[in-house]
């Protein structure tokens, strides 16, 4: 137990340590991260602790380097406005088209809800009525065999009462 408490605490002090150290970035991270900020960052400042900055709108050359975009002309700004808007024009058209498909799938739904929920009612109704002949006709057996029963009694009753005259 005592091993353990103390590689806990050892483990805890170097991991402690380990970040408080700060750690420079690799050479092979520092040309690329150059090559995407917009201005390269001043001489006396830590380049690890400073926010890199993008370009809000870039392309990429076919070399793989980045290259500053051209301002768009009024016609490619119509050109891609109406492009955008068939876009949504056919996004619209097509959730309307599966909201049509959805309201006749949930009416068929409904409908169908419907006849079963009647089904269940005359079966159930079918059930009682069962269950209630069922119990009629275990009635009418328990009466038929009290019946044979005390009809058997007598029988042998009265065949006890002549045997026992005839012995006397």
Do not use: C
Request: without cysteine.
């Amino acid at each position: 137990m005592r091993v353990v408490v103390t590689s806990l605490l050892g483990l805890s002090l170097l991991s402690s340590m380990a970040w408080a150290v700060e750690t420079a970035p690799a050479p092979s991270v520092a040309p690329a991260v150059q090559a995407t900020t917009a201005a390269p960052p001043p001489s006396g400042h830590n380049t690890a602790t400073q926010p890199k900055i993008i370009p809000a709108v870039a392309t990429i050359s076919p070399n793989g380097q980045p290259q500053e975009a051209k301002p768009l002309t009024a016609e490619q700004l119509a050109k891609n406005k109406a492009l955008q808007d068939a876009k949504v024009k056919a996004l619209v058209k097509d959730q309307a088209s599966r909201l049509a498909q959805l309201e006749k799938a949930n009416l068929d739904a409904l409908a169908q809800n419907q006849e079963l929920q009647l089904k269940n009612d005359s079966l159930g109704v079918q059930v009682q009525v069962l269950q209630s002949e069922r119990s009629a006709q275990m009635f009418l057996y328990g009466a038929a065999t009290i019946a044979v029963g005390v009809l058997l009694g007598f029988l042998i009753a009265s065949y006890v009462y002549t045997k026992r005259r005839r012995q006397w």
